[in-house]
């Protein structure tokens, strides 16, 4: 079963600022089945990132993923205040099993 | 729009079952595989477990097989999630989402909590 670990736990930052995100694989994941998802308080998770770098329907472009192998990231270029959430990253794939990463917490400094 | 619509919150009693479901609309529910993701209070995303509507195979991660039974009727296009004898560890947010072709959860319902508590 391939571990995801994601870094930091929080990161604490000002509107405006540039948000860089990690997560580590325990064993390769093919950048095909990599993604991240965004969750505020009180809300379902909401699909940002797929196949590692593709933005879902209606993500702004300030949004990008990249990586391969054992390690993705995940860049906010510009915070936004509606962006301080918490980020997940998941791996699925064709044998229909998933894992999240335990998240990243971004929270205004 | 593709629409996933939990039920309400519950409150049950340690040793009481319970089912929980999530009706799916506008796409072709027999076509998509449907996921069930625990979140306990303050905590991560958990993979429970998934099935597909069209002929209900069904499969569980390791942590949660026995534990919980998922089910659909393809009739009313609705998945559920059903427990027969509930803990009070089983007391969490849960999550119904849907797989879209490539494999990731795409559209998400919007969450049942299950409190259990004597």
């Known amino acids: 079963e391939i571990v995801l670990t994601q870094s930091p736990g929080t990161l604490s930052l000002s509107p405006g600022e540039r948000a860089t995100l990690s997560c580590r694989a325990s064993?390769?994941?093919?950048?095909?089945?990599l993604a991240w998802y965004q969750q505020k308080p009180g809300q379902a998770p909401r699909l940002l990132i797929y196949?590692?770098?593709s933005r879902a329907t209606g993500i702004p472009d300030r949004f990008s993923g990249s990586g391969s192998g054992t390690d993705f990231t995940l860049t906010i270029s510009r915070l936004e205040p509606e962006d301080f959430a918490v980020y997940y990253c998941?791996?699925?794939?064709?044998?229909?099993?998933?894992?999240f990463g335990p998240g990243t917490k971004v929270d205004i400094k | 729009e593709v629409q996933l619509v939990q039920s309400g919150a519950e409150v049950k009693k340690p040793g009481e079952s319970l089912k929980i479901s999530c009706k799916g609309s506008g796409y072709s529910f027999t076509s998509y595989w449907i996921g069930w993701v625990r979140q306990m209070p303050g905590k991560g995303l958990e993979w429970m477990g998934i099935i597909y509507p069209g002929d209900s195979d069904t499969r569980y991660s390791p942590s949660f097989q026995g534990q919980v039974t998922i089910s659909a009727d393809k009739s009313i296009s609705t998945a559920y999630l059903q427990w027969s004898s509930l803990k009070a560890s089983d007391t969490a947010m849960y999550y119904c989402?849907?797989?879209?072709?490539?494999?990731?959860?795409?559209?998400w319902g919007q969450g049942t909590l299950v409190t259990v508590s004597s």
């Open positions: 196949g590692a770098s």
């Open positions: 064993q390769s994941v093919s950048s095909s089945y």
């Open positions: 998941q791996q699925y794939g064709s044998s229909l099993s998933f894992t």
């Open positions: 989402a849907r797989r879209d072709p490539l494999g990731v959860q795409d559209y």
